[in-house]
């Protein structure tokens, strides 16, 4: 498959935004990649041309049955100047991962994986140079058929599209504080949980929404079944830190298996140190909170890295961890994986690619 790149003259080219001060998904880079399918041809007409708006039939499956999947990653400026990316084929191996559950067909993660980097040559200018800030890429698949009888779409657009942001995580920060949620639930096992589909989303924002009218910064959601065990911060994987020893929830289906919660794993065991994938009972843990025995909590994803949780709160009372300070496993964690991002330490193992 021959990939065609149109690309902007320089006069066409958008000016480039104050990379100091980039509100998140803002401001989108020159190109975008776009390889349409259809039963016929398969995969096809792989192309990079000028971020434009796509024109779709009100009918399109997509916008009625939510048959939609997409990934997150993204392109660092490094301290010597390259640009790098961290991990890319995981996010299309689990993109396609995603497509198998959501009906939709797989792509060849070489043409994706190749079009990405031919797409990020021709807007190497948008990563921003700051240590902190990257570039967040958004590959996307939709179902395109125009015809709203429920069934999978015949016909689906996969695209590329690229937008600058700036650092999340401050140090001195408080954690956030949470709000354990006993009455919504994100996923259940069987469910989509465990795919990067639009819906999944769709479904967690009115409890975020009132987590946050209630003061707080998110929700944790607890299994869908007996709403004991704990899943997710918001959209972060969630990790628990007992002293030395690290604790996350094991992968059971219904929730979504991060790239950073395994990255935090491996790179954990590689120092040697013990890393548990277990069931995590809410009340158990805030037991061990209450008794100082948890002495961490924080998210992990590609968005944020790592966000350290300051307290939760559960049947109304508040359980802070460890005074809501960032603690030493949580700082030593994020300092290692964004310092293979940013080039400042040696790649051990073999995480990153350069543009
Ligand atoms: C994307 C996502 C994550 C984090 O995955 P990463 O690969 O680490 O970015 C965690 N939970 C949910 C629900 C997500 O959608």
Same mark, same amino acid.
């Given at each position: ?12 080219? #958008? ?16 190109? %975008?990649? *776009? %390889? ?10 792989? +192309? !990079? ?27 660092? *400026?490094?301290?010597?100047? *390259?640009?790098? /990316?961290?991990?890319?084929? &995981? ?61 999978? #779409? ?5 695209? !590329?599209? %690229? ?7 401050? !140090? ?19 469910? =989509? ?42 959209? %972060? ?22 790239? +950073?919660?395994?990255? !935090? =794993?491996? /790179? ?15 009340? *158990?843990?805030?037991?061990? =909170? ?9 998210? #992990? ?9 300051? #307290?939760?709160?559960?049947?109304? =009372? ?19 994986? +964004? &310092? ?6 040696? &790649?051990? /193992?073999?995480?990153?690619? +350069?543009?």
């Amino acid at each position: 498959m021959k990939l065609t790149i149109n690309s902007c003259l320089p006069s066409e080219c #958008s000016p480039l935004p104050d990379f100091n001060n980039l509100e998140f998904g803002k401001h989108y880079t020159d190109h %975008m990649f *776009t %390889m349409a399918y259809s039963p016929q041809k398969g995969w096809h007409s792989p +192309t !990079i041309a000028p971020y434009e708006n796509f024109s779709l039939s009100p009918a399109t499956l997509v916008l009625h049955y939510a048959q939609e999947i997409f990934e997150g990653l993204k392109a660092y *400026t490094r301290v010597d100047g *390259t640009v790098g /990316l961290f991990r890319p084929r &995981d996010n299309f191996i689990r993109m396609n991962n995603s497509a198998r559950r959501m009906n939709m067909p797989e792509f060849d993660v070489e043409v994706a994986y190749e079009a990405l980097q031919q797409l990020l040559k021709l807007d190497k200018r948008w990563v921003p140079p700051q240590e902190g800030a990257s570039l967040y890429i958004r590959p996307t698949m939709i179902a395109t058929d125009a015809v709203i009888g429920l069934k999978p #779409s015949t016909s689906y657009l996969f695209y !590329i599209i %690229m937008s600058p942001v700036g650092p999340y995580f401050k !140090i001195g920060e408080k954690g956030l504080n949470i709000f354990v949620e006993e009455t919504y639930v994100r996923a259940v096992r069987g469910g =989509i949980g465990e795919a990067k589909a639009g819906a999944n989303y769709a479904a967690s924002l009115l409890a975020a929404t009132e987590a946050k009218k209630k003061g707080f910064a998110d929700a944790l959601w607890l299994d869908g079944v007996e709403r004991r065990y704990v899943e997710e911060v918001g959209t %972060m994987n969630i990790f628990f830190a007992y002293g030395e020893k690290v604790v996350t929830p094991k992968l059971n289906g219904s929730l979504l298996p991060g790239i +950073t919660r395994r990255s !935090i =794993i491996e /790179l954990l065991k590689s120092w040697g140190e013990t890393v548990a994938e277990e069931s995590i009972d809410i009340q *158990t843990l805030l037991t061990d =909170i209450d008794a100082g025995k948890c002495t961490e909590c924080f998210g #992990s994803g590609t968005a944020a890295v790592i966000s350290p949780v300051g #307290s939760l709160h559960y049947k109304g =009372i508040d359980h802070p961890i460890s005074g809501e300070t960032i603690g030493p496993v949580s700082q030593k964690i994020y300092k290692a994986l +964004t &310092d293979i991002q940013y080039g400042k330490a040696p &790649d051990a /193992l073999g995480w990153t690619s +350069t543009i």
